[in-house]
């Protein structure tokens, strides 16, 4: 009973099982049911040299610098501010919304009036929820956060999700914020980077390590099993010492409460026989059907590929997951509902009665994990795992 069993080789599994097996000296076999390493975050060169992100963009943002240390042991990493343009009423507008989108969006004379109250009410904030201005209790700046909500945001909204952003929870809406100030700079966080060479580098140099044996293309529900009499989780029939599962916590548990909900993408590439394609690296389409956004990974600026003749953009139509669909079988965004988060807490319940299992991750805890957030939990994780081994 001395096993230590990772499910996953996204971030939380591939950083538990690096800590694992060099901070206690433990063996770890890791069980990935893909063909690669490296989950969601998993990128690789296409046949002319462009680094694509397999399964959406992903910018690493924080506020704090160890993270970005952290990450430097195992790959190199550049500073890199994100930009977006949303395409609205036929023109390219500022992402995030800011002083010079509100120009652009009501005309510069009547935005000087606007400006003024906006600054007095949120001046000392960076960046404030759109809901916030809707709420607001002037009229001004209530009909200009409407303004924002109508035509960016709810058909945004609606087909990011697949509902509507009443039936939303609110933490996940209050995650498109106007920035008070000029700020162009998508995301505000003081440290952002990405890596050098991509991510799936920082996953290979990670999991680099003699106590850790990755297996890819293996589903581990097919070797799971319950063992309800003594409360513990086997694997091919053997109790296992810790099982650390980071996939999606309702298929662990067979669906016994419902499947819960999460939004999948079908991301179709375009390439086109030009060095350049977007105005920006990322353009999102709120009024355009089907479709959110278009990402041309050649602009990441990695400094590698810029003299490709071609180039190539990623456009997401998100779809309601379903693992046995051929195009939305990959599970990215849980959607946070007061539904799904009471079925959620019944998977919970009904794993706490299991003693050698942990979860960590955005589909084992049904939480959106920023990657920054994702290491800072993966390392209070591990600080539980090390006490119960010591144990
Ligand atoms: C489209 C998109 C864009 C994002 N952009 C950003 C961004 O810009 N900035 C940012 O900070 N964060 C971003 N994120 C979040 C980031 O992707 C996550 O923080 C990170 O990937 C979480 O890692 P994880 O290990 O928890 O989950 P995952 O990456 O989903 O890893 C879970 C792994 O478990 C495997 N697995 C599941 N079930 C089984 C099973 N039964 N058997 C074997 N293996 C199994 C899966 O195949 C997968 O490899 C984005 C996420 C998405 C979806």
């Not at 003699?210 to 009499?229: C, G, P, Q, W």
């Not at 998100?318 to 959620?344: F, G, H, M, Q, W």
């Not at 919970?348 to 942990?358: K, S």
């Amino acid at each position: 009973m001395d096993r230590i069993i990772i499910v996953g080789a996204g971030f939380s599994g591939s950083i538990l099982a690096r800590k694992i097996a060099e901070e206690c000296g433990r063996r770890v076999e890791i069980i990935e049911k893909r063909p690669h390493i490296g989950g969601n975050m998993y990128d690789e060169y296409d046949k002319y040299g462009i680094l694509i992100q397999r399964y959406g963009p992903h910018f690493l943002n924080t506020n704090k610098y160890w993270i970005i240390e952290y990450l430097s042991r195992y790959a190199k990493m550049f500073p890199h501010d994100t930009h977006l343009l949303s395409f609205i009423d036929g023109k390219y507008i500022q992402l995030p919304f800011n002083f010079r989108t509100m120009q652009q969006l009501v005309g510069a004379k009547k935005s000087e009036a606007l400006l003024a109250k906006l600054r007095e009410r949120f001046g000392r904030r960076d960046r404030v929820p759109i809901f916030e201005l809707v709420e607001s209790d002037d009229k001004d700046v209530r009909a200009y956060g409407n303004l924002l909500f109508e035509k960016a945001y709810r058909t945004y909204t609606a087909k990011q999700w697949g509902l509507e952003p009443e039936q939303i929870d609110r933490s996940v809406l209050e995650r498109v914020p106007m920035a008070m100030s000029f700020d162009a700079r998508y995301l505000n966080k003081d440290f952002q980077y990405l890596p050098k060479k991509g991510y799936t580098e920082i996953f290979r140099n990670l999991l680099n390590h003699k106590n850790i044996e990755v297996t890819l293309n293996t589903d581990a529900l097919a070797h799971i099993r319950f063992d309800e009499k003594n409360h513990i989780i086997t694997y091919d029939g053997e109790a296992v010492e810790l099982l650390v599962f980071t996939g999606n916590i309702d298929e662990l548990f067979g669906l016994k409460y419902g499947r819960l909900p999460y939004r999948s993408l079908d991301i179709r590439y375009t390439y086109q026989n030009k060095k350049s394609i977007l105005p920006e690296e990322i353009v999102s389409y709120p009024q355009a059907p089907g479709y959110t956004r278009s990402t041309e990974y050649k602009k990441f600026t990695y400094g590698l590929n810029q003299d490709i003749p071609v180039s190539m953009i990623a456009t997401e139509y998100p779809l309601e997951y379903d693992p046995n669909d051929e195009k939305a079988n990959i599970p990215y965004y849980p959607v946070l509902t007061e539904d799904s988060r009471k079925r959620y807490d019944r998977y919970l319940t009904e794993a706490c009665g299991y003693g050698n299992i942990v979860l960590c991750g955005r589909l084992a805890e049904f939480k959106y994990y920023n990657m920054d957030v994702c290491i800072e939990h993966a390392f209070s994780k591990f600080e539980e795992i090390k006490s119960r081994l010591e144990r």
